[in-house]
């Protein structure tokens, strides 16, 4: 219904553009004056006018249904003392009539026992409300085909009539254009800040629980130490002194990281110098979207790669030669997140290795360098810069991965620097604490929010450093 | 005018093709040794391509077909193929249109050469040869104090002054420049061409340029090429005041090109 109303809208105030535009165009010129604006103008105006404020008013009925709802069906009419209910009565009586609502125009006949005993024990208004109540979703309907429909109309012919050869509407359609845009950039960095201050408020919540020392130093991470705690008990820091330590997490994340730019970094910039300086134009086409398809596998599929076919490879290969590598492994999780991070570092490093002016490798060549000569000491010092930002979008990138050490690394916590041990990571640690059943109010689900925000501010400090580099980088050349 | 012996380069039935479009057609040009010589003509007429035939910097295009014979000091073919091109490019130095010094410092953009072909034995020796050929190129005196700047930040009269002192610092026999001067000021170009002056004591130079009274200022011969043709060539006076072809006459008057 709402989509089909919201098409008939879309279909209005595309007519009117036409209606508007046509409209201007019949205007019969007085003197040599000629029309104020463009008469594509006018069309773009009626549009604007018509379609914004049926827009506007949608948002609202949508936003508000429930209030609106209520303010229908708890009319102090049926209910004379409603404004003594306290807001559990009120929810209570509005939730009966919710539940009575789907059964009240249902034939006797038809009903359940429970049903009808339900009847039976409700009072005259509330059934009354309950009917108002059935009857509010059509209502809601119809206002909202006026809305869509008949509002748009009635507003867009009689604003058409103002339409004459001296309304200038060109100022006034691009002041709304460009406040709509400016509206659409303001949400996305709204957005942006919501999540960083829910983050914070929430992490801001754990650190009442715990220590700022104790998360931020401290080595042992047990957090099922918290079961203990109900939510709002205030409880002795001390409790929990030994339960939150992050250090073994980012140590953790640390290693799986390193592993992974170990594969990465080699793989990705030999393929980048590869595809930017050795291959033919045909070869480089068809191998960098395939390269790049490396980077649109699901996670997932790379996290049970890594868990079901790399960790047991490891293990066996381990076992022939004496050295002990655990089934969770670093190593193994590492190893899948690198080869996911590779296009990263081959895709960005290509462009930028080309970007590298040819005028330069000319004048290697022209004082008798070789090409792997000029390659060395001439376009990848050129190139530099921009490889290191690729290295650090990657690694920002290594260490944000979630699907791919969920399931192939470790829940243990180890302080460790040996890949072949277990290990676990921040971004695991988020995951088990939002699925745990513990309720929400716990430090251990609350830990989540103080291990999202940390990991937060590391991937944007990186993704800072790595975009200047590679925007100090361009400038130079361009 | 000069004898035989005395050329630093001799060339004939230089014929170049990219793909089937051909750009040099059957040419034939003695340089002789220690002197300027200029190419002129038309944009388009193929100066550049045959140009970079010289130190074969054509053969990084693909589609650049070179045929002709090239001899450098009366005895050595250079596209014989057990030159190695590294070699070659060692004789023969090259000075592009635009200054493209390495983004490093201005020191390193002179050692770099050197370093490569392994002519210094020391440290000290180094530091000697990149002072020498700033020296040379005169640009010692500006850049002394900062040597270890980047070399990008030189203005590009510099610049270009720093890629002649690159150039030098190998001691090549011969000198390529390809329109070393369209991007700079009539200040800076009276520098390098002051420069070119002093150099030719020491080096053969091929010279590409647009500006005739360039031409006529640092060169003693002239090569004027159209379409892919040599249409004349001689001695530079002789060419600017009374060419034997009709073409030269209209192009030097300024009537085409
Ligand atoms: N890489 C290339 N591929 C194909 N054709 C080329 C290439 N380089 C030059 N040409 C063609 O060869 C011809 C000669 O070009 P060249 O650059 O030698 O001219 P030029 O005399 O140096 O001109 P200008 O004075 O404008 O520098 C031109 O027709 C040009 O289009
Ligand atoms: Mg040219």
């Excluded at chain 1, 229908?72 to 209910?85: G, H, R």
């Excluded at chain 1, 790399?310 to 293990?315: D, F, N, R, S, T």
Aim: contains cysteine; glycine residues 6%.
């Amino acid at each position: 219904m709402v989509y089909f109303a919201l098409l008939l809208l879309f279909i209005v105030s595309y007519s009117f553009y036409y209606f508007g535009k046509n409209r201007a165009l019949k205007i019969k010129f007085t003197g040599d004056q000629k029309l104020a604006s463009l008469p594509d103008y006018y069309g773009y105006f009626l549009v604007l006018v018509v379609f914004l404020p049926s827009l506007i008013i949608w948002f609202i009925l949508l936003l508000y249904k429930s209030n609106f709802q209520e303010l229908y069906v708890m009319s102090p009419t049926l209910f004379p003392d409603i404004a003594q209910w306290s807001d559990a009565k009120f929810g209570l009586i509005m939730n009966k009539i919710s539940n009575l609502a789907l059964i009240v125009n249902i034939p006797e006949a038809d009903l359940l026992k429970g049903q009808t005993s339900l009847l039976n024990m409700s009072s005259e208004s509330e059934l009354i409300a309950a009917k108002n109540l059935a009857s509010f979703d059509s209502i809601y309907g119809w206002s909202i085909v006026i809305v869509f429909i008949l509002l748009p109309v009635i507003l867009g012919l009689s604003i058409s009539r103002l339409i004459n050869q001296k309304l200038n509407v060109q100022p006034i359609v691009e002041k709304i254009i460009i406040n709509i845009i400016r509206f659409s950039s303001i949400v996305a960095i709204l957005v942006t800040f919501g999540i960083f201050f829910s983050l914070i408020f929430e992490a801001i919540k754990f650190f009442q629980y715990v220590n700022f020392a104790d998360f931020f130093f401290n080595t042992a991470w047990n957090p099922n130490r918290a079961w203990v705690i109900s939510s709002g008990e205030t409880v002795d820091p001390e409790i929990l002194k030994d339960a939150f330590g992050w250090v073994p997490l980012l140590t953790g994340t640390l290693l799986v990281g390193s592993v992974a730019m170990f594969v990465a970094i080699p793989l990705g910039l030999a393929s980048a110098i590869y595809l930017a300086e050795y291959a033919s134009s045909k070869v480089r086409d068809i191998a960098k979207p395939i390269i790049e398809i490396l980077a649109g596998i699901p996670t997932v599929v790379y996290g049970f790669f890594a868990a079901l076919t790399l960790a047991p490879i490891l293990k066996n290969f381990g076992d022939s030669i004496g050295i002990d590598i655990s089934a969770e492994s670093a190593l193994a999780a590492g190893l899948a997140m690198g080869v996911m991070i590779i296009p990263f570092v081959s895709s960005l490093s290509d462009d930028v290795i080309r970007s590298v002016p040819n005028s330069l490798r000319d004048g290697s060549y022209a004082l008798g360098a070789t090409k792997s000569e000029t390659i060395k000491k001439v376009v990848l010092p050129a190139a530099l810069p921009g490889i290191m930002g690729s290295f650090l979008l990657a690694v920002s990138r290594a260490i944000g991965e979630t699907m791919i050490v969920v399931m192939a690394a470790s829940l243990r916590a180890n302080l460790t620097f040996n890949p072949l041990e277990p290990a676990t990571t921040i971004t695991t640690q988020i995951v088990t604490a939002l699925i745990g059943d513990v309720e929400f109010e716990n430090p251990k689900t609350l830990v989540a929010f103080a291990l999202g925000l940390s990991l937060f501010v590391m991937t944007l400090i990186l993704n800072i450093i790595a975009i200047t580099i590679v925007r100090k980088y361009r400038e130079k050349y361009e | 005018m000069v004898d035989n012996n005395n050329f630093a380069l001799k060339t004939n039935n230089v014929y170049v093709h990219y793909g089937n479009k051909m750009a040099i057609n059957n040419v034939a040009l003695d340089f002789p040794k220690n002197e300027v010589t200029s190419l002129i003509g038309p944009s388009g007429c193929g100066k550049s391509t045959f140009l970079r035939c010289l130190n074969r910097m054509n053969d990084v295009i693909d589609s650049c077909k070179v045929e002709g014979s090239f001899i450098m000091n009366n005895t050595i073919d250079i596209y014989r193929d057990d030159l190695p091109i590294e070699n070659l490019r060692e004789k023969i130095g090259m000075v592009f249109q635009k200054p493209n010094p390495f983004p490093k410092s201005i020191y390193e953009n002179v050692a770099y050469g050197p370093k490569i072909h392994g002519v210094t034995s020391s440290q000290s020796e180094l530091d000697d040869l990149v002072k020498e050929s700033l020296h040379r190129a005169g640009l010692y005196d500006e850049v002394k104090d900062r040597l270890t700047d980047v070399a990008t930040g030189l203005s590009g009269g510099q610049q270009q002054r720093l890629c002649i002192a690159r150039a030098i610092s190998i001691k090549p026999e011969i000198i390529l420049m390809d329109e070393p001067c369209s991007a700079l000021d009539p200040i800076a170009t009276a520098k390098i061409e002051d420069l070119i002056n002093e150099l030719k004591e020491n080096y053969t130079i091929i010279i590409v340029t647009h500006s005739m009274s360039q031409a006529s200022r640092v060169s003693t011969k002239t090569a004027f090429f159209h379409l892919g043709n040599l249409i004349e060539e001689g001695d530079t006076s002789k060419i600017f005041t009374k060419p034997d072809k009709e073409q030269t006459n209209d192009y030097i008057t300024g009537r085409f090109g």
